[in-house]
């Protein structure tokens, strides 16, 4: 009985919704998270000049290339990177199997939660903790154990799983770049093989559309079966000038628009602006400590003061997340 | 009075065309220049399989994905790579500006049009050869000498741009494939900038969707301008065990068909028909010395033996030119 009048109630919404949808999908702002203002007002005008067919600005769909950071630009990147996170759980998973890490640095650190030595174990520390975590496995293998820990690992402040933290305007302008022939691409410092499991589901973005940092593989038959094995060497870094060089290999065309928010993606919004046709940079600036966070600069993140440096030089957008996003996150409100 | 003749005429037959188009497209044979055969079934049952909801072999659009070849695949190999003939033009090109080259190997062979000497410098002659003709300018530049290049140097048997030989079988099986929902990527052990300038308008193609070799490239700002310049050395080798771990690193899923014509490609073939899924491999045997060449192993392009004998192993249906191919190039009868 009750099963039957949710039903026609259900009906009957389903019916009033498909009256509606026509004209609320017409006047919907696709950028409904965005406050009024230059940073939006950037965006929609440069949208508009380069798909006005005929105006001075004109850009074929084919050259149609937006790239965005991931870390700081499309989800936090605080209190440390959501790879980093992953990473330290991962060498506490394997350390069962790996009974001299209790003895051995960086490995000593993590599995005692000793910050200050782990960051006394510096890059070379961190490349180990790196290759021990990320390599060892098929490619196939690995990107099961990033599925399955990306499902249940949560945000420390925020206490949710990672992606339920991708920044709704963010999600919003990839959208609206799409609807406006534009092609995404995510062109990040972080593994390439860390972010595409869940990448389509999260920003609407498949993965030969995201570049990032790659680590050597090797093609090999086992049990008469090819794989891929993930070897401890890095082979690609896709950060700072090696943003524009990961952009050329892989997509063969220079971007028109470029999204980031630090040092790492100057190279990249001056390849997408510097180019003599209209472009459009913009840097997120954390600006929000009540909804998110506020910092101008940050060793561990590459620092922010020559992007935003780069940007009043250049006239790249710099975006409040304070001021310039009504919303931060989807579950806001 | 002729040109409104012909302007009335021409209204005509764009009718007459229009009026035709919808019957004649239902009819066509899209695989027109295949020959009734045990390969043409052969992709037909397969694109049937995979592409009929509810069966048991049918695979999501966006997991369509299609891998092939370029040299001996979907042009002439022979009698030597154009890429080569490329670089030795470059060399010729580049000589007056190199005065010491004349006595210096491995250029002095390519100067004197020595082929013994220059096979005598070996590999390490080779890449001497590739760097110096392929390195010491910007990306964009590179991409310029290759368009001028293409338009003017002619195949020296067929006496036609290289441009125009093409495999229009491989045409066809490309638009079919795509027409069924299919991406359809290159993945050649030839360098990606060299392919990028032409694939677009030959194969259809798209510059992301040709994988091929990378020699290092350097962000730099010249005169305020940023630009990628190209170094004299290689990043990567997309051949043999290299082309799964560049279609990994690239496009981060599997193809289920691959197309190659030598030793070079069977881990790539194994690699698509290898999952457990239903998958396609298909190797082009140059078997018509009177249309095109007739050729079982040949050093100089790696070998094909292997991949002969590996096809009969993994039941990859292996292409005679000579008889499942009704026409070669479009430009035949």
Do not use: C
């Not at 293998?141 to 992606?163: C, G, L, M, N, Q």
């Not at 933290?165 to 999600?171: E, F, R, S, T």
């Not at 910092?295 to 009043?312: C, H, M, P, R, V």
Request: proline share 7%; no cysteine.
């Amino acid at each position: 009985m009750f099963r039957s009048i949710f039903r026609a109630g259900l009906a009957l919404a389903l019916v009033a919704f498909a009256a509606l949808a026509p004209a609320s999908a017409q006047t919907a702002d696709p950028l409904a998270s965005w406050n009024d203002g230059p940073a939006k007002k950037a965006i929609v005008d440069f949208v508009a000049a380069v798909t006005t067919p005929g105006g001075p600005d004109f850009v074929p769909p084919a050259e149609r290339i937006a790239t965005f950071d991931n870390d700081g630009t499309l989800w936090p990147e605080q209190p440390v990177y959501t790879q980093l996170v992953f990473a330290l759980d991962r060498i506490k998973a394997l350390a069962p199997a790996n009974p001299d890490w209790k003895d051995k640095q960086p490995f000593k650190a993590v599995l005692e939660g000793d910050m200050a030595a782990l960051m006394a174990s510096g890059e070379r520390g961190g490349v180990e903790l790196l290759m021990a975590s990320h390599a060892g496995m098929t490619a196939a293998e690995f990107s099961r154990i990033v599925e399955d820990w990306i499902a249940k690992a949560r945000h420390p402040r925020f206490d949710r799983p990672y992606t339920d933290l991708a920044y709704k305007p963010m999600v919003e302008l990839m959208a609206y770049l799409r609807a406006n022939g534009f092609k995404t691409y995510i062109v990040s410092g972080g593994g390439v093989e860390f972010m595409r499991p869940w990448t389509e589901r999260v920003y609407g973005v498949p993965t030969e559309q995201v570049i990032g940092s790659i680590i050597k593989t090797r093609f090999q038959m086992r049990d008469g079966r090819p794989e891929l094995f993930r070897l401890p060497q890095v082979e690609f870094i896709d950060d700072g000038p090696g943003k524009p060089v990961g952009i050329a290999a892989r997509i063969g065309a220079r971007p028109i628009a470029a999204f980031g928010n630090s040092d790492g993606d100057i190279e990249m919004l001056q390849w997408a602006t510097m180019s003599g046709r209209r472009g459009l940079g913009m840097l997120i600036h954390h600006t929000d400590a009540g909804r998110e966070y506020a910092y101008d600069n940050q060793a561990q993140f590459g620092g922010i003061a020559k992007a935003l440096e780069a940007a009043a030089v250049n006239r790249w957008t710099v975006v409040s997340m304070k001021d310039d996003w009504k919303t931060i996150f989807a579950f806001d409100k």
